[in-house]
């Protein structure tokens, strides 16, 4: 599982911006939209909690053959033999998770300059999360990397580079042609009218 993935359309779930919407069933609509690999990010939850919606999510995930990932939680990832986890700066350093994961599991890791990718590279990053493209209100604490230095981080590693933030159907275009290899998104998609529709659309820039 852990070679050829597809990052093209990688979703981060937030359950807050589901108004009310089933959980579950909004992200089948998505993979069936085309969504290639899911991570599910809990800000707001209790271990257990987390850890009986990755149960969930990776029965779905597995139904359709994608990867799930986990958030920054590398017990819960084990837990429920989820493909992998990805980690930010501030959690557990990516060398520590690659240890404890070994080599049969993914690794991502977000980074927002070129320092900090190499480095991730480094410690064993499968992949790079980089961001914030542009501002976004589902993580307002973060730092905004341009795609000028979107495409310098590219041409510095040599694993694939997926980028975050602000991503939406009006300036993806703009994004794809940084040669980066996918893109996350949360809002474009969970927050859309058609869920399906929307990662349709989002799917046809990273074939
Ligand atoms: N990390 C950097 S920006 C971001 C995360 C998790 C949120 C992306 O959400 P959206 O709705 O796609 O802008
Ligand atoms: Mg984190």
Known sequence: MKHNIDYGLYLVTDRDILKGRSFISTLEEAIAGGVTIVQLREKNATSLEFYQTAVQVKALTSKYGIPLMINDRLDIALAVDAEGLH????????????????????????????????KAQ??????????????TNTKTDTRLVNLAQLAEIKKAVNIPVVGIGGIQENNVTAVGETGIDGIAVVSAILAAGSVKEAAMRLRKHFM
Not at 122 to 135: C, K, R
């Open 87 to 118: 980690v930010g700066q501030s959690d557990l350093p990516a060398s520590v998770a690659r240890k404890i994961l070994g080599e049969g599991k993914l690794l991502g890791v977000s980074a927002a300059n070129i320092e900090e990718a190499l």
């Open 122 to 135: 480094a410690e064993g990053a499968d992949y790079i999360g980089v961001g914030a493209l542009f501002p």
